[in-house]
Structure formats: structure tokens, C-alpha cells
């Protein structure tokens, strides 16, 4: 199985910006579909974004128009890059390769990295 790490987390204000990174170890992203996800306390996990191999995207209604994902096959990453960030917005993210249909749930992924947290607080 993939192996997956996140990096890019941090604590920033509302309004700023972090890019996130999910890079494969061993094998390469290529031909996988990638799916950023996220977890608050005390709230579901919810898909935030998915890219495809091909290059086909996903972004939950929540974060269009301020994420943005892609991949660089060459770096074996995808980033997912978190502009306009709001406090609700505030979870563990986690990377993991799945299934493009089942992005905005995260059924049917797996490879799951250890998640890197973002915290948006003034």
C-alpha cells in the first residue's frame, strides 16, 4: 500500500493562507486519485478535495473559490493550497488515496497519511 504523509499545517488568522502537502513514499501518485479530508471535534470528516489521476477535481461546496488542489507527478505531492482561511474551516487534514465517486465522504479510501492540523484563530 501507498504510504502518505501531510505536511504544511499550521496556526494562522482568518483570512490567511497555508499550503498543505501530501507526498507518497515508495510508489508513485501518478495514476492514484488523491482526496484531502478534515476533522474537527466533535464533527463528521468531510471531503474537502480530490484530484484525480487524469487531473479531474473535487472541492466541497465549503471551500470553492478558496482551495485549490493539484499535483506534481514529477515531486510524487499534492497540495492542496488554502487561501481566505476561516475558522471553520479549522480540523486535522488528512491525504489518502481512494476512489474519485466517494471524494466528499472518503469511502473506499485508503493509505491514509497521519494528518497535519490547521488552526485558524486570531
Known amino acids: 500500500q501507498v504510504q502518505l504523509v501531510e505536511s504544511g499545517g499550521g496556526l494562522v488568522q482568518p483570512g490567511g493562507s497555508l499550503r498543505l502537502s501530501c507526498t507518497a513514499s515508495g510508489y508513485t501518485l501518478d495514476y492514484y486519485t488523491i482526496g484531502w479530508f478534515r476533522q474537527a471535534p466533535g464533527k463528521q470528516r468531510e471531503g474537502v478535495s480530490c484530484?484525480?489521476?487524469?487531473?479531474?477535481?473535487y472541492y466541497a461546496d465549503s471551500v470553492k473559490g478558496r482551495f485549490t488542489i493539484s499535483r506534481d507527478n514529477a515531486k510524487n505531492t499534492v497540495y492542496l493550497q488554502m487561501n481566505s482561511l476561516k475558522p471553520e474551516d479549522a480540523a486535522v487534514y488528512y491525504c489518502a488515496t481512494g476512489r474519485f465517486s466517494y471524494c466528499s465522504s472518503g469511502s473506499r479510501f485508503g493509505s491514509w497519511g497521519q494528518g497535519t492540523q490547521v488552526t485558524v484563530s486570531s
Open positions: 484530484i484525480s489521476g487524469s487531473g479531474d477535481t
